[in-house]
T-cell receptor, first 115, second 115 residues
């Protein structure tokens, strides 16, 4: 069964600090891995998409890493801001064949940035 | 704003009533997805369309649920005889093209509360 596990479940950090969120997955056959940011009561917004051959991808203060051998990914947030408070969801795409693919979503890490 | 709109944003209904949600995807996006998200969980796949054709339905989509995309543009999701367990955020996402690496753009969601 395809699964995506995220840790920690929740995290509180001071404004200006860095943090790293973790994602472990057992999804096969792997197509790509995505990180989304979801503000409370809103839909998810894409931060990064990484394929098998990509190890690192950045989007401003967000840097995602992927280790396809250990099936782990991380999202590093630098110099956090109050607006970074949100849930961060790791999503892994599996190629289901015939032009179809399946997304498996993690439960998310709820990040709270406090002044 | 991702360009995907959903209406209504909030719906409160009594158990046993029927409800219908609408999703307007980004123009020219040929794929449209419906997801359900409960509190503290990641989105769960319900169904998706390629143009007007409904290509896949999750086992989560009971016979009380029906989705349509009659002209390959907007889509509706109807829930008949609602139950309290249907209370959730219903998310719509659109995608251009059929590649598994293409980004999905999510709408703001419709939050359903069944009393």
């Amino acid at each position: 069964k395809n699964q995506v596990e995220q840790s920690p479940q929740s995290l509180i950090i001071l404004e200006g600090k860095n943090c790293t969120l973790q994602c472990n997955y057992t999804v096969s056959p792997f197509s790509n891995l995505r990180w989304y940011k979801q503000d409370t009561g809103r839909g998810p917004v894409s931060l990064t998409i990484m394929t098998f051959s990509e190890n690192t991808k950045s989007n401003g203060r967000y840097t995602a890493t992927l280790d396809a051998d250990t099936k782990q990914s991380s999202l590093h947030i630098t110099a956090s801001q109050l607006s970074d408070s949100a849930s961060y969801i790791c999503v892994v795409s599996a190629n289901a064949g015939a032009g179809s693919y399946q997304l498996t979503f993690g439960k998310g890490t709820k990040l709270s940035v406090i002044p | 704003d991702t360009g995907v709109s959903q209406n209504p944003r909030h719906k409160i209904t009594k158990r046993g009533q029927n409800v219908t949600f609408r999703c307007d995807p980004i123009s020219e996006h040929n794929r449209l997805y419906w997801y359900r998200q409960t509190l503290g969980q990641g989105p769960e796949f319900l169904t998706y369309f390629q143009n007007e054709a409904q290509l896949e339905k999750s086992r989560l989509l009971s016979d009380r649920f029906s989705a349509e995309r009659p002209k390959g543009s907007f889509s509706t999701l109807e829930i008949q005889r609602t139950e309290q367990g249907d209370s959730a955020m219903y998310l719509c996402a659109s995608q251009l093209g059929t590649s598994g690496g293409n980004e999905q753009f999510f709408g703001p969601g419709t939050r359903l509360t069944v009393l």
